[in-house]
Nanobody
Framework: QVQLVNSGGGVVQAGGSLRLSCRAS????????MAWFRQAPGKEREFVAG????????YYADSVKGRSAVSGDSAENTWYLQMNSLKPEDTAVYYC??????????????????WGQGTQVTVSS
């Protein structure tokens, strides 16, 4: 089992920045992929960013490309999503997720077995 704990959300004005954190524990050595998703009220969960934990390139949704960056501290099993130039449409609950297999679909929720509890990001206009 792997446990993920999200943190770092909050209320920020449009144009501001936030850094979300995801701390992993448990059988983290078995994980292969890491991603961030978000879900706004009344909408489906959508992909934000993802990458393979063996050092692969990170991929971003078009909606956040150029404004977001993923990073991590493997020694601490903690991963980050830095978001800049935030917009009201970025308002959502943000989740980190990790998977133990990889089928080539980083943007698919079915790629991931373990999920954090989510952290709310609210961007005011």
């Amino acid at each position: 089992q792997v446990q993920l704990v999200n943190s770092g959300g909050g209320v920020v004005q449009a144009g501001g920045s936030l850094r979300l954190s995801c701390r992993a524990s448990g059988r983290t050595f078995a994980t292969y992929t890491m991603a961030w998703f978000r879900q706004a009220p009344g909408k489906e969960r959508e992909f934000v960013a993802g990458f393979k934990l063996d050092g692969g390139k990170a991929y971003y949704a078009d909606s956040v490309k150029g404004r977001s960056a993923v990073s991590g501290d493997s020694a601490e099993n903690t991963w980050y999503l830095q978001m800049n130039s935030l917009k009201p449409e970025d308002t959502a609950v943000y989740y980190c997720a990790t998977g133990i297999n990889y089928s080539g679909r980083l943007s698919d929720t079915r790629e991931y077995e373990y999920w954090g509890q989510g952290t709310q990001v609210t961007v005011s206009s």
